[in-house]
């Protein structure tokens, strides 16, 4: 089992920045890619970014170049530096893990940090 803890949401003022942070506890070994998502009310959970093995990325269209993933495996941490925010980014970010138990993948989801952008 992974226990993922998000934390760095809050209030920001179009334009600004946020980092947020999620860390990894539990069983963690065989994790292999870790993403964020996130929520907006009424709206389905969508993909932000993954990371895998530290290089590989992916993004949204809605945030490249705005939104950098990182990860740091000796904290078992993965980061999400969001500059440049808008107040569509306003949403509930969730952490995922993806863990790899014989014979498939195990997703875990972290219990979300809430991002307000707005003046």
């Known amino acids: 089992q992974v226990q993922l803890v998000e934390s760095g949401g809050g209030l920001v003022q179009p334009g600004g920045s946020l980092r947020l942070s999620c860390a990894a506890s539990?069983?963690?070994?065989?994790?292999?890619?870790m993403g964020w998502y996130r929520q907006a009310p009424g709206k389905q959970r969508e993909l932000v970014a993954t990371?895998?093995?530290?290089?590989?990325?992916n993004y949204a269209d809605s945030v490249k170049g705005r939104f950098t993933i990182s990860r740091d495996n000796a904290k078992n941490t993965v980061y999400l530096q969001m500059n440049s925010l808008k107040p569509e980014d306003t949403a509930v970010y969730y952490c995922?893990?993806?863990?790899?138990?014989?014979?498939?993948?195990?997703?875990?989801w972290g219990q979300g940090t809430q991002v307000i952008v707005s003046s």
């Open positions: 990371i895998v093995n530290d290089r590989s990325t």
């Open positions: 995922k893990a993806e863990q790899w138990r014989w014979p498939k993948w195990y997703d875990y």
């Open positions: 539990g069983t963690i070994s065989s994790i292999g890619a």
